[in-house]
Structure formats: structure tokens, C-alpha cells
């Protein structure tokens, strides 16, 4: 990280950052074009779950291609200068690195769903067998992830 002084090395205060963001971007690649995606997630320790209609091009694309990079972050608004160029933000985010699985047991598919209800809401569901299966869930397992911050 060329900013060292702007690195979250606690590992807390990057879990941290995971638990408040309430979108995740997935950056895929599929030869020489890349893209990204935001989408709803959830977070345990070691992997981001998300998920997906069954069919599109973010499943395509993993399907050809597992390895992704995902971004999360919060924004607490601008810190005005002078000099428009010397504006700053209030910001702290975490940046990583994974490969993406494509689930297909029923029990693991509603771990993950739930993860993801956890995470925006605070709650657990029943999901019926039925709801699972007309669900894509993705697992990403998480290789490695940075954080960092400013003005925070």
C-alpha cells in the first residue's frame, strides 16, 4: 500500500468495515474485459456470500473465471479545501481478493442466504426448499484483503 499512514491493520477495524457497508462490488474478468458488479452481501470470517439469479452475465463470467476481486466501503461525505484538488474524503474501505464458488447444497445455499439477511437486517429466515433452489448463491472465499481509511 503506497499510503501506509492510511492502512487499517487492525484486523477488527477491517471486520468492522465489512459489517457497516451495505453494498459489495465484484470485479470479474472474462478475458481481456473486466467487470464489475455491485451487489447485496453478507460476511463471515473468510468468505463474502452473495446472490444471483441463476442465469446472466456475472454468472457466466465466473463460471469461466472463479478468481474476483470484491470492494466495500462507507463514506461519511467530503473535507473541503481551499483548492478544490486538495479535497479529501471521510472514508474507510476494504479491498480483496478470492475465488467465488457457485452453491449447490441446499443446507449451505441457506447459510449463505441467511448471512446475507444478518447482514441488512438482523434476522434469520426459513427459506423453503423450494425458494432455495430458484436461487443462485455465491460463496467467495476470501485469500486476501486490505483496508484503509481517512479522516476517520
Request: proline share 4%; with cysteine; aromatic share 6%.
Amino acid at each position: 500500500m503506497r499510503r501506509k499512514e492510511r492502512e487499517i491493520t487492525d484486523p477488527a477495524e477491517v471486520e468492522s468495515v465489512l459489517s457497516g457497508a451495505q453494498v459489495c462490488r465484484i470485479a470479474l474478468a472474462d478475458g481481456g474485459e473486466p467487470y464489475v458488479v455491485p451487489v447485496c452481501f453478507g460476511y463471515e470470517k473468510g468468505a463474502i456470500w452473495i446472490h444471483s439469479a441463476q442465469k446472466g452475465k456475472k454468472i457466466a463470467m465466473l463460471q469461466k473465471n472463479p478468481r474476483c476481486c470484491f470492494e466495500v466501503d462507507t463514506c461519511d461525505g467530503t473535507i473541503p479545501s481551499e483548492r478544490p484538488c486538495n479535497w479529501e474524503m471521510r472514508y474507510r474501505s476494504v479491498i480483496g481478493f478470492g475465488n467465488a464458488t457457485i452453491v449447490d447444497d441446499v443446507g449451505e445455499k441457506k447459510k449463505g442466504m441467511n448471512c446475507i439477511i444478518r447482514h441488512h437486517s438482523g434476522g434469520m429466515v426459513n427459506f423453503s426448499d423450494e425458494e432455495i433452489k430458484n436461487v443462485c448463491v455465491i460463496r467467495i472465499d476470501i485469500s486476501e484483503m486490505t483496508g484503509k481509511k481517512y479522516g476517520c
